[in-house]
């Protein structure tokens, strides 16, 4: 688990008011429910469901205001621990890979910049001002609503956007649906943040995607026409689908989840054969059991602050698998077609440096890293060189080797004779076990591969 207690909130409740239907239907919030439980859970963290609103008039307090007013007392009244708070709105996707935001907080106020619609946001802030006093708000502050993470430290702050909403109720309401229109909670929170000069930072752009027919992120370059994955998937973390039509909500977030769901699924990325081989249909690539112990082993959050350096990548099967493990990956491989196939495994992903370079030749350098997988030359001096050269080099490295069980190899040997002489440890088989036949005939005599010296 995370070193750290944090927690994404989702306000899910279905207003009782039966004009509330203008979504289109509520599929969306399960859907982002699911996207968001799988990230929490890659991450260490834990999804929380904002469900028990303390007040039941929701067309006078809205889900969205009332969110503020209640999160503390939910939480506590839930007996949920946590260091850091993460309120999303159900109208989100995390991309399946989104890099862990609370890393990005500096534990202070953190939200995303809301510049999509500066004519909403002037007309906004200049009908909210009178109640304010007048304040000048600066809209180069102005922040979004549908996500902003905050901790303990912000609770009085809460409380006072609380009481400033409860004692101006009807004026507020009156100014969201009968002459401002613009929106509900978001101007007033905004005031109630800058008047008392709260310390807010900014999350960068990828991690607030929204409006995403204005910025045309839901097409693709069809001029180069490399490949057709949408922009907004390409380049964004966390997806909101707002700033459109609200009665194309559901359609719109069903589409996308047809189109990713997938990537949701744990062992998506090592069961689908179009995106991964494995030793029956490549002999030169590691079984499926192999990536599935892998990932299993790796797929955990300490795993992600580290490098893993692969000494041999070839066609990037296991390549990708690692890709999903750590926060950074360091393919390498003598030949320029394997790289190439390699970078077409990783597409989606941008935790991939990719080196052309012989391993052997006394021009490469060791990169540093923390976890190597060693598979470039096959021989008894190869794979002795390789183990030497990190130990020497590197910091107390986990190694990961294949072939250990392949009778035409010496790499059983050469594995058992470091682990002897650096007193090391054989940690971890992984992979098929002794009898498993490849697609090319070859019989294993014992476990396909290793980890030695894991964390």
Same mark, same amino acid.
Request: hydrophobic fraction near 35%; glycine fraction near 4%; proline fraction near 3%.
């Given at each position: 688990?995370?070193?750290?207690?944090?927690?994404?909130?989702?306000?899910?409740?279905?207003?009782?008011?039966?004009?509330?239907?203008?979504?289109? #239907?509520?599929?969306?919030?399960?859907?982002?429910?699911?996207?968001?439980?799988?990230?929490?859970?890659?991450?260490?963290?834990?999804?929380?469901?904002?469900?028990?609103?303390?007040?039941?008039?929701?067309?006078?307090?809205?889900?969205?205001?009332?969110?503020?007013?209640?999160?503390?007392?939910?939480?506590?009244?839930?007996?949920?621990?946590?260091?850091?708070?993460?309120?999303?709105?159900?109208?989100?996707?995390?991309?399946?890979?989104?890099?862990?935001?609370?890393?990005?907080?500096?534990?202070?106020?953190?939200?995303?910049?809301?510049?999509?619609?500066?004519?909403?946001?002037?007309?906004?802030?200049?009908?909210?001002?009178?109640?304010?006093?007048?304040?000048?708000?600066?809209?180069?502050?102005?922040?979004?609503?549908?996500?902003?993470?905050?901790?303990? %430290?912000?609770?009085?702050?809460?409380?006072?956007?609380?009481?400033?909403?409860?004692?101006?109720?009807?004026?507020?309401?009156?100014?969201?649906?009968?002459?401002?229109?613009?929106?509900?909670?978001?101007?007033?929170?905004?005031?109630?943040?800058?008047?008392?000069?709260?310390?807010?930072?900014?999350?960068?752009?990828?991690?607030?995607?929204?409006?995403?027919?204005?910025?045309?992120?839901?097409?693709?370059?069809? @001029?180069?026409?490399?490949?057709?994955?949408?922009?907004?998937?390409?380049?964004?973390?966390?997806?909101?689908? %707002?700033?459109?039509?609200?009665? /194309?909500?559901?359609?719109?977030?069903? @589409?996308?989840? =047809?189109?990713?769901?997938?990537?949701?699924?744990?062992?998506?990325?090592?069961?689908?054969?179009?995106?991964?081989? %494995?030793?029956?249909?490549?002999?030169?690539?590691?079984?499926?059991?192999?990536?599935?112990?892998?990932?299993?082993?790796?797929?955990?959050?300490?795993?992600?602050?580290?490098?893993?350096?692969?000494?041999?990548?070839?066609? #990037?099967?296991?390549?990708?698998?690692?890709?999903?493990?750590?926060?950074?990956?360091?393919?390498?491989?003598?030949?320029?077609?394997?790289?190439?196939?390699?970078? %077409?495994?990783?597409?989606?992903?941008?935790?991939?440096?990719?080196?052309?370079?012989?391993?052997?030749?006394?021009?490469?350098?060791?990169? =540093?890293?923390?976890?190597?997988?060693?598979?470039?030359?096959?021989?008894?001096? /190869?794979?002795?060189?390789?183990?030497?050269?990190?130990?020497?080099?590197?910091?107390?490295?986990?190694?990961?080797?294949?072939?250990?069980?392949?009778?035409?190899?010496?790499?059983?040997?050469?594995?058992?004779?470091?682990?002897?002489?650096?007193?090391?440890?054989?940690?971890?088989?992984?992979? =098929?076990?002794?009898?498993?036949?490849?697609?090319?005939?070859?019989?294993?005599?014992?476990?396909?591969?290793?980890?030695?010296?894991?964390?």
């Amino acid at each position: 688990m995370s070193d750290k207690k944090n927690i994404v909130v989702i306000p899910m409740i279905i207003p009782k008011d039966k004009n509330l239907d203008k979504f289109g #239907g509520w599929q969306w919030m399960l859907n982002s429910k699911t996207a968001w439980k799988y990230w929490c859970k890659r991450n260490g963290y834990e999804l929380v469901i904002y469900d028990e609103p303390s007040l039941e008039d929701t067309t006078k307090y809205k889900i969205t205001t009332q969110r503020w007013f209640d999160i503390f007392n939910f939480l506590d009244r839930k007996n949920i621990k946590y260091d850091q708070v993460a309120m999303v709105d159900a109208s989100s996707f995390p991309k399946w890979n989104c890099p862990d935001f609370f890393k990005l907080t500096d534990n202070k106020f953190t939200v995303g910049l809301e510049n999509d619609n500066l004519r909403w946001i002037y007309e906004s802030v200049q009908g909210y001002k009178n109640i304010f006093n007048n304040y000048e708000l600066d809209i180069s502050k102005y922040f979004c609503t549908q996500f902003v993470i905050f901790n303990k %430290s912000h609770k009085e702050l809460f409380k006072k956007f609380e009481k400033f909403y409860k004692d101006n109720v009807d004026e507020l309401v009156k100014l969201q649906t009968k002459t401002v229109k613009r929106g509900t909670d978001q101007t007033p929170f905004n005031y109630v943040m800058q008047m008392n000069n709260v310390d807010i930072n900014y999350l960068p752009k990828p991690f607030r995607l929204s409006h995403l027919y204005r910025k045309e992120m839901l097409g693709h370059n069809w @001029q180069l026409n490399e490949d057709t994955i949408p922009f907004f998937i390409k380049y964004g973390y966390v997806w909101f689908f %707002s700033g459109f039509d609200k009665t /194309q909500r559901d359609n719109l977030m069903r @589409q996308v989840w =047809e189109l990713v769901k997938d990537r949701y699924d744990e062992d998506f990325f090592i069961n689908n054969n179009n995106i991964i081989e %494995s030793k029956d249909v490549n002999k030169n690539a590691t079984t499926l059991k192999f990536k599935k112990d892998i990932y299993n082993t790796f797929n955990k959050p300490h795993f992600k602050n580290m490098t893993l350096l692969e000494l041999g990548c070839n066609h #990037g099967n296991t390549t990708r698998v690692y890709a999903e493990c750590f926060g950074k990956v360091i393919a390498v491989d003598m030949f320029e077609d394997n790289i190439k196939k390699t970078k %077409s495994k990783c597409q989606d992903v941008n935790n991939v440096q990719f080196i052309t370079a012989d391993v052997y030749d006394n021009k490469f350098k060791l990169p =540093e890293a923390d976890v190597v997988h060693i598979d470039a030359g096959h021989t008894y001096q /190869q794979v002795a060189y390789d183990i030497d050269r990190c130990i020497d080099q590197l910091d107390n490295p986990i190694f990961i080797l294949d072939d250990y069980g392949n009778p035409k190899q010496e790499i059983k040997k050469v594995i058992n004779d470091k682990v002897k002489q650096y007193q090391l440890k054989i940690d971890k088989f992984i992979g =098929e076990k002794d009898g498993f036949v490849c697609t090319h005939g070859l019989a294993f005599n014992d476990r396909e591969g290793v980890i030695i010296n894991l964390k």
